[in-house]
T-cell receptor
Framework: NAGVTQTPKFRVLKTGQSMTLLCAQD?????MYWYRQDPGMGLRLIHY???????AKGEVPDGYNVSRLKKQNFLLGLESAAPSQTSVYFC????????????FGPGTRLLVL | AQKITQTQPGMFVQEKEAVTLDCTYD???????LFWYKQPSSGEMIFLIY????DEQNATEGRYSLNFQKARKSANLVISASQLGDSAMYFC???????????????WGLGTSLAVNP
């Protein structure tokens, strides 16, 4: 049982380049989330999804797009990367039932030059 | 105003001693949940413990316990018998009632860095 996985683990981009971060979960969770973590700022929610085919904006959505075509996958896209998007990106998922604990992937370190 | 406050940016504890990490929260909801996560230097976010607002007993998970004082709006994490592997960042988070989109997002504190000394 892999839980939540993220691809890639590390990436270097040049300003203006695009990329997609992939998150996959095998726990059949309805909810999925993308966060970014920056020093001194804690975790900030970028986008989230409450189910297949649905997405919504979080706290810091500008410059990012997401898609959830399959329940188990949640993609985060950067159309034109900027140095301000240098960060560690975490994906998380949670179930609708019970405590709704969010379980996290290992993170993706992104450096935009 | 911050909804989750962790007032201790850094803490030190001697190995085998107990340590308390503070967390205070602000909400007007009657139904909410409180979580603690651990982030070691390797970077992953590890769920530790959960306390529901209606739970009458303090949550415990092994060496972790949550000192829940509802009237004071505090949810402190207590780690007993500290181990070197407990050195990490610890984050407190709160889940409030559903928003307009029926989603119940987590609100995060800024974390406390714990160092366990041998």
């Amino acid at each position: 049982n892999a839980g939540v996985t993220q691809t890639p683990k590390f990436r270097v981009l040049k300003t203006g380049q695009s990329m997609t971060l992939l998150c996959a979960q095998d726990m059949n969770h309805e909810y999925m989330y993308w966060y970014r973590q920056d020093p001194g700022m804690g975790l900030r929610l970028i986008h989230y999804s409450v189910g297949e085919g649905t997405t919504a904006k979080g706290e810091v959505p500008d410059g990012y797009n997401v898609s959830r075509l399959k329940k188990q996958n949640f993609l985060l896209g950067l159309e034109s990367a900027a140095p301000s998007q240098t960060s560690v990106y975490f994906c998380a998922s949670s179930s609708l039932a019970g405590e709704e604990t969010q379980y996290f992937g290992p993170g993706t370190r992104l450096l935009v030059l | 105003a911050q909804k989750i406050t962790q007032t201790q940016p850094g803490m030190f504890v001697q190995e085998k001693e107990a340590v308390t990490l503070d967390c205070t929260y602000d909400t007007s909801d009657q139904s909410y949940g409180l979580f603690w996560y651990k982030q070691p230097s390797s970077g992953e976010m590890i769920f530790l413990i959960y306390q529901g607002s209606y739970d009458e007993q303090n949550a415990t998970e092994g060496r972790y316990s949550l000192n829940f004082q509802k009237a004071r709006k505090s949810a402190n994490l207590v780690i007993s018998a500290s181990q070197l592997g407990d050195s990490a960042m610890y984050f407190c988070a709160m889940r409030e009632g559903p928003d307009a989109g029926n989603n119940r997002k987590l609100i995060w504190g800024l974390g406390t860095s714990l160092a366990v000394n041998p």
